[in-house]
Each structure stands twice: as C-alpha cells, then as structure tokens.
C-alpha cells in the first residue's frame, strides 16, 4: 500500500477532524502531498498542498479553517479541519505529486451534519 489515509467520520458542524496520510518513503520524498476531495454529484476539487519545505497552498472555501502540514520523517501529511460545514462532506483523497507520477490514496468520508 502507498497512501494510508485515515481520520474521517462524522461530525457535526462547526466541529473539528484531523486527517492524516502515511505515504511510502520512496513516493514522500521530495514530493508535494496534499488532500483533494469530491463531494456527492461534484467533481474533485483541490482542498490544499504542502511542499517538501512546508509551503502550503490552500482552496479558498477552506482558508483559515483549514491547516495542513507534513512529518517527513514519519512520511506523513497531516489536514486540520476546524469550523467544519455541511457543505465539507465529501470523500477526502490524499495525494502525493511527483515529478513523474501522481498517486492517491483510497479516499475516506467526512460527513458534517447541520
């Protein structure tokens, strides 16, 4: 297994859910990693990246109530989701980007109820 995303669940909203993806050393090195998600009947949709030296990238739905961030050395990438919505529901997919290939991971389900 490459990507081993883990943290979803339910919650209800303005609650919070940290998401968390262990990577294979040799696809986290020197990679940017990140999270996208797709919602029930939507496309997938960038939620935010990190690079390999911490320099985040964010959706603008998500800014200022979500933090992400990575372990290199646990090969982990990690999604801190506060002030959640209804409207974050979705199948939440980790990603890692290098320069030759991108890889997902399974996807886990985050449900927010009003």
């Known amino acids: 297994v490459q990507l081993q995303a883990s943290g979803g669940g339910l919650v209800q909203a303005g609650g919070s859910l940290r998401l968390s993806c262990t990577a294979s050393?040799?696809?986290?090195?020197?990679?940017?990693v990140g999270w996208y998600r797709q919602p029930p009947g939507k496309q997938r949709e960038l939620v935010a990246l990190?690079?390999?030296?911490?320099?985040?990238t964010y959706a603008d739905s998500v800014k200022r109530r979500f933090t992400i961030s990575r372990d290199n050395a646990k090969n982990t990438v990690y999604l801190q989701m506060n002030s959640l919505e209804p409207e974050d529901t979705a199948v939440y997919y980790c990603?890692?980007?290098?320069?030759?290939?991108?890889?997902w991971g399974q996807g886990t389900q985050v449900t927010v109820s009003s």
């Open positions: 990603y890692v980007q290098r320069p030759s290939d991108d890889y």
């Open positions: 990190i690079t390999w030296f911490g320099s985040p």
């Open positions: 050393a040799n696809i986290f090195s020197s990679s940017v």
